[in-house]
């Protein structure tokens, strides 16, 4: 049996979102050759993932965390908890999570990291390893999501909306746009007006960097599973 065609486009993108360290740094070459060559994203869309390739690569690292940090982890909007965007903080969240998390171990997948099972590079690493009919029916489920993240992205000028614009390819480029429309009403917290983020704080702890122990999968360890053998498939968790 053949692993997901998809597994190596997957995997790329989740270490693109991960926070960035020196390992990320010198796997961009491979990163960005594994998705130069896939031919299901657009000529566009491979060049607009590009500069962020670049940057990751060639940057100061405590830039780039600054800048991973202020985007990702000090603006809910902008969250990479996909639950974030659906349930906010309601009950729901709660259950979708325990479900999302039974398809990953029903899969036989178990995520190496402290982070929510609705963390989008840990379902990303998960889709990789499942068939591509399944991933691009999950992906599909939460192309609303990642579309507004690429809006809300390319308004801060952030070469990260190429990811997420990535992703919405990978679903099938058929985002509900009175959906996307929806999340794009809530409020796009600015992550330098210290007032809305004391606010924030009062209601979550807020983390400044990865802990330790948790964050994205190693990165050198996602790269030397860039063609692993496929899992058995879990029934589709549905992101909405």
């Known amino acids: ?26 796997a961009m070459p491979e990163v960005a050759a594994v998705l130069a060559a896939d031919s299901r994203l657009t000529a566009a869309g491979r060049r607009a993932l590009r500069p962020l390739t670049q940057a990751l690569a060639e940057q100061d690292i405590y830039a780039l965390e600054e800048q991973f940090v202020m985007l990702f982890d000090r603006s809910r909007s902008l969250s990479l908890n996909l639950f974030e965007h ?16 039974e398809s990953y171990r029903e899969a036989g997948f178990e995520p190496v990291t402290s982070e929510l ?4 590079p840990v379902l990303l690493e998960f889709l990789a390893h499942q068939p591509a009919a399944q991933a691009q029916e999950i ?6 999501i990642f579309q507004a993240l690429a809006e809300r ?17 990978l679903s099938g480029g058929m985002a509900d746009q ?26 979550s702890e807020v983390r ?16 030397a599973q860039m063609d692993p053998s496929p899992r058995p498939a879990a029934p589709p968790a549905n992101l909405v």
């Open 208 to 223: 400044f960097g990865p802990d330790p122990g948790a964050g994205c999968p190693q990165v050198r360890d996602m790269l």
């Open 86 to 101: 659906v349930h906010g903080e309601s009950r729901d969240r709660g259950g979708a999570m325990v479900s999302l998390l």
């Open 139 to 144: 992906l599909a489920d939460a192309a609303h």
């Open 117 to 120: 099972p609705d963390h989008l």
């Open 153 to 169: 992205l390319t308004r801060r000028d952030s070469a990260y909306a190429a990811v997420f614009a990535a992703l919405v390819q």
């Open 1 to 26: 049996m053949s692993a997901n065609p998809s597994d190596r486009t997957l995997k790329a993108l989740s270490v693109l979102l991960c926070y960035p360290t020196v390992d990320l740094q010198r």
């Open 178 to 203: 009175s959906a996307v429309d929806e999340l794009l009403e809530q409020p796009d917290n600015d992550p330098t007006d210290l007032e809305a983020l004391d606010a924030i704080w009062e209601e």
